[in-house]
Every structure is written in C-alpha cells, then in structure tokens.
Nanobody, 123 residues
C-alpha cells in the first residue's frame, strides 16, 4: 500500500503565495509521475500540474507562469509553489502518484491519492 500525505495548505490573501508538499511512503519501487489536482466546491476535480520521473512537467493553462511543480531530492516527494493566487483558486488540493510497489512479495502498480489540503484565497 502506498500512502500520500499533503501539507502546506492554508489561508492566504489574493496575490499571495503558498507552497504545498506531498510525500509518498510505502514499499515503493519507483514512481512514474506525481501531480497536483484541485477540487472546488460544486466542481469537478481538475488537473493543476504533473511531473514525470524524468522531470517533464505539464500545467493547466490557468496556472502557467504562476505555479511551479518540482520533485524533491528523495524523489518520493513533490512540491507545488503557488504564486499570485486568486480567490477562484480556493479548493482542496490533492496529490496523486502512480508507479510500482511491492505487494505480497511481487511487483504491482499503484495509483494513489492523498487526503487533500485546503487552500483558501481571500479577496
């Protein structure tokens, strides 16, 4: 079993910054990609940014130039630096990861979600 734990959410004024962190734990062999998604009240969960093991990144158009996703030295961690935040970006932000782990002595694939961290941007 692979667990993801997010941290770093909170309340910030419009135009401010926050840095989210996510750490994956468990019998992980390798991680293909990690990413951040968000879900605002009454809306569907949407992609914010992803990063592959090779360092390739992908961003939602709405956050390009303001958000930066990066992997930690441990490679099982991912960060999301969010600058110039807007009130409409208030949401629960979720970490996601997929890869390979050891289950009952064999390799298995996983795709896991964290529990989410609340980001509230006040106007």
């Amino acid at each position: 079993q692979v667990q993801l734990v997010e941290s770093g959410g909170g309340l910030v004024q419009a135009g401010g910054s926050l840095r989210l962190s996510c750490a994956a734990s468990g019998s992980i062999v390798s991680i293909n990609a990690m990413g951040w998604y968000r879900q605002a009240p009454g809306k569907q969960r949407e992609l914010v940014a992803t990063i592959t093991s090779g360092g390739s990144t992908n961003y939602a158009d709405s956050v390009k130039g303001r958000f930066t996703i990066s992997r930690g030295n441990a490679k099982n961690t991912v960060y999301l630096q969010m600058n110039s935040l807007k009130p409409e970006e208030t949401a629960v932000y979720y970490c996601n990861a997929d890869g390979t782990y050891v289950r009952a002595g064999s390799y298995s694939t996983f795709a896991s979600w964290g529990q989410g961290t609340q980001v509230t941007v006040s106007s």
